[in-house]
């Protein structure tokens, strides 16, 4: 089965400053497809940004970009420039590639990210 | 598109009464996933399902849950007899795919918090 740790549960910078939440995981997966989601505290649940374990790239979306060492099972989240309205639970989630077309995610327990003023 | 509807946004019962739970995937999908999320846990997965059926209910408690989408109108995620330890927010989310690209459409309602009393 597969697991996601993030073992930060809560997090804090000034704003305009940069932060990177951690995140490991466990597979014997070779293909799969990992995930950051913020979740505000209007309970909404808001991808980030998505990386393709087929992929060598990493990936980017504005001022978010993630670092993913496959061998090492880790997917950090960067956010740059960070901004008042970043303030909200980060998760990290895995989903399998080849499930059969299930797409289940499986989260981890979050960190709780406050930018201070 | 008015994304995926929950209803009801908070629900209250007392302890031994039914919870009705509906998620109405948005327009197109016909893939719907519910996950439950405990205070201070990250998202776990309940239960997949397409139009008439039911595809993986691995998380589903044994007793008690059931799920269903019919051919027409929402899917409903029903808990009879509801005990405290139900209280959670209770998330739907819908897909268009097959998992053909993992994370691709896929969109979180706003979930529904069941507080048990």
């Known amino acids: 089965a597969q697991t996601v740790t993030q073992s930060q549960p809560e997090m804090s910078v000034q704003e305009a400053e940069t932060v990177t939440l951690s995140c490991t995981y466990d597979?014997?997966?070779?293909?799969?497809?990992l995930f950051w989601y913020k979740q505000p505290p209007s309970r909404q649940m808001i991808l980030v940004i998505r990386?393709?374990?087929?992929?060598?790239q990493n990936a980017t979306e504005n001022r978010f970009s993630v670092n993913f060492q496959k061998a090492a099972k880790s997917f950090s989240l960067k956010i740059s420039d960070s901004q008042l309205g970043d303030t909200a639970m980060y998760f990290c989630?895995?989903?399998?590639?080849?499930?059969?077309?299930?797409?289940?995610?499986?989260f981890g327990t979050g960190t709780r990210l406050t930018i201070i003023p | 598109n008015a994304g995926v509807m929950q209803n009801p946004r908070h629900l209250v019962r007392r302890r031994g009464q039914e919870a009705r739970l509906r998620c109405s995937p948005m327009?197109?999908?016909?893939?719907v996933y519910w996950y439950r999320q405990l205070p201070e846990e990250g998202l776990k997965f309940m239960v997949y399902?397409?139009?008439?059926?039911?595809?993986?209910e691995s998380g589903m408690p044994k007793e008690r849950f059931s799920a269903e989408f019919p051919k027409e109108g929402p899917s409903i995620l029903r808990i009879q007899q509801v005990v405290r330890g139900d209280s959670a927010a209770y998330f739907c989310?819908?897909?268009?795919?097959?998992?053909?690209?993992?994370?691709?459409?896929?969109?979180f309602g706003s979930g529904t918090r069941l507080t048990v009393v």
């Open positions: 989310a819908s897909s268009p795919y097959a998992g053909t690209v993992a994370g691709n459409g896929y969109t």
């Open positions: 597979t014997s997966e070779s293909n799969y497809y």
């Open positions: 990386q393709e374990a087929y992929k060598q």
């Open positions: 989630a895995f989903s399998e590639s080849s499930n059969f077309g299930n797409e289940k995610l499986t």
């Open positions: 327009k197109g999908h016909s893939h």
């Open positions: 399902l397409q139009k008439e059926n039911i595809i993986d």
